[in-house]
């Protein structure tokens, strides 16, 4: 996670927000190649999911909107995560991402005190090396009981005044858990006497719920049909972290298909749309063997809920949430005609009945789908043993190589052109030509600086799949080398082979 971390930073993909000012925790800033692939993440969406179906239309609602809808969705009420403070640090934590266990002597029962850790792939392993310290501390003999972790959701108060604050290593400084609704608050006009309170919507499902009648009627939409929205949610998160993983700020892509109310439907519909969304994240470069399915077990469901399937990755700190698809009944849209007075109803034609549909929500974070990318792309060779992946030797020239396997639709710059000397005109008037063309269906890149070989290896690290290079051939002939990133081999075509050659990569077709 680090070296993305670094390589982001490096290479101008993602930043921390407001760095000059030491940071602003939960908030990151896309830079040139990060912005570059975040819209290709959300275009390559849209038309995959809006305009190539004809059962699904799109919607752009505000993110701030009438109270009510909170209060109406459950989010005023329901939408909280249990934290807990530290009273010395004043640091605040989710309960239910710090582990804690009891440390005993396994003979005695003799308690020793507690130790604590941050939800993670090794939080077994540090809680287990923090109790064996405890015990040397002590000075104590013998084997210690086995660890039972358990989240401080679990923890009583006699429990939090030996479990030890994550910030600072001292006991009983915790308080109890108590509820945090995540939405963040903001006032809407010129009042202050609190009664202009409204909330930055911390999911773009509402809006297309609230909007469900304006669009069924106008683009006069027959049931199954679906709306899809793009957009910003703000969760105040208790304890962002992993980077984009978990942010205050993030881009949610949402589907909110509408099917028949019968009592079986949704199964069939759910089903289709998880394999539609699996089929597209690795139509899109996800690599399969980092993915996962994750089907909620009934009693952790929401009430309102018939079933909730999370398509999971394997991201650099564990394998966790990347797409939930939901099957939520007619709940949302019930909510709303209840606390609207509004009918939700839609009356079907054929049957000439009239009932509130029933919903399944596929829902996608882009910044999460970023990460994955970023982590399903990236690749080092190593300088004394040449890797191979896909049969391409990515141990280039004897020098270790970082590169980024995009998927040329997803990669930020989709190709560089290099003029081979600067000092030429007419080659540098021939790349210059290329350039341009190239630059007014893609983003390009040029660049004259250094030795080839440098210029491909920083086109490496940004991830871009092709390189061409303009050279003394090219003013004989008008041929051009292209090279590609992966397998780093070389193909002289003529110039007017280019763009169907890129199109063909980059789209497909
Ligand atoms: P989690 O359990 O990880 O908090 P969630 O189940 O609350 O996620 P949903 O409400 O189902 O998430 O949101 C749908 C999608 O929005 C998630 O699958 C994820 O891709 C994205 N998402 C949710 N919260 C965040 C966040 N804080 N930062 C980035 N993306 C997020």
Not at 295 to 306: Q, T
Not at 365 to 386: C, I, K, M, Q
Not at 445 to 474: K, L, S
Request: net charge negative; glycine share 8%; with cysteine.
């Amino acid at each position: 996670m680090e070296e993305l971390v670094a390589l982001c930073k490096r290479r101008g993909f993602v930043f921390q927000s407001s760095e000059i000012y030491n940071g602003f925790a939960g908030f990151f800033d896309y830079g040139p190649l990060g912005v570059e692939i975040k819209k290709n993440i959300k275009d390559l969406w849209w038309r995959d999911v809006v305009r190539r179906r004809d059962d699904i239309v799109g919607l752009d609602s505000s993110i701030i909107g009438s109270p009510k809808i909170w209060e109406a969705s459950g989010h005023v009420a329901g939408f909280s995560d249990p934290m807990v403070d530290c009273r010395e640090s004043k640091l605040r934590y989710r309960a239910d991402q710090v582990f804690w266990a009891r440390v005993a002597l396994a003979e005695t029962g003799e308690v020793l005190g507690a130790v604590s850790v941050m939800e993670s792939g090794t939080m077994e392993a540090e809680a287990q090396a923090a109790a064996d310290k405890m015990k040397r501390k002590a000075a104590k003999q013998g084997a210690l009981a086995p660890l039972d972790l358990k989240d401080l959701t679990q923890a009583t108060a006699e429990d939090l005044s030996i479990i030890p604050s994550p910030a600072t290593g001292n006991p009983g400084t915790l308080t109890a858990p108590r509820d945090f609704n995540l939405m963040f608050q903001t006032a809407v006009g010129a009042t202050v006497d609190g009664s202009n309170a409204a909330y930055l919507r911390p999911e773009t499902a509402q809006g297309i719920f609230t909007n469900f009648k304006n669009v069924q009627q106008t683009a006069r939409a027959k049931i199954p049909f679906g709306i899809a929205q793009i957009g910003k949610a703000f969760r105040n998160e208790i304890t962002p972290r992993n980077f984009i993983f978990r942010s205050r700020e993030f881009e949610q892509m949402e589907v909110e298909y509408f099917i028949s109310d019968d009592d079986d439907a949704w199964r069939g519909e759910h089903q289709a749309w998880l394999d539609f969304s699996w089929q597209w994240l690795l139509s899109i470069g996800l690599r399969e063997e980092l993915m996962g399915r994750d089907v909620h077990e009934a009693h952790k469901l929401a009430h309102y809920a018939r079933a909730c399937t999370d398509i999971t990755f394997r991201f650099p700190f564990g394998q966790s949430e990347l797409q939930g698809v939901a099957a939520r009944g007619a709940y949302d849209l019930t909510q709303h005609q209840e606390a609207s007075g509004k009918g939700m109803e839609y009356f079907d034609e054929a049957t000439k009945r009239k009932y509130v549909p029933h919903v399944i929500e596929p829902s996608l974070g882009v910044d999460r789908l970023f990460l994955a990318l970023l982590t399903s792309a990236y690749h080092e060779d190593e300088a004394s043993s040449a890797r191979h992946l896909n049969g391409a030797c990515l141990h280039v020239g004897g020098e270790k190589r970082t590169l980024l396997r995009f998927h040329p639709a997803i990669a930020p710059i989709k190709v560089a052109v290099f003029p081979l000397v600067k000092n030429k005109p007419e080659l540098m008037a021939k790349a210059e030509g290329l350039y341009k063309q190239l630059s007014m269906r893609y983003n390009c890149f040029w660049d004259v600086a250094g030795a080839i070989g440098r210029r491909y290896r920083r086109m490496d690290e940004a991830g871009t799949p092709f390189c061409i290079t303009v050279d003394f051939d090219t003013l004989e002939d008008d041929t051009v080398t292209v090279r590609d990133r992966d397998s780093t081999e070389q193909v002289r075509m003529p110039m007017a082979d280019v763009i169907p050659y890129l199109d063909k990569a980059v789209h497909g077709y």
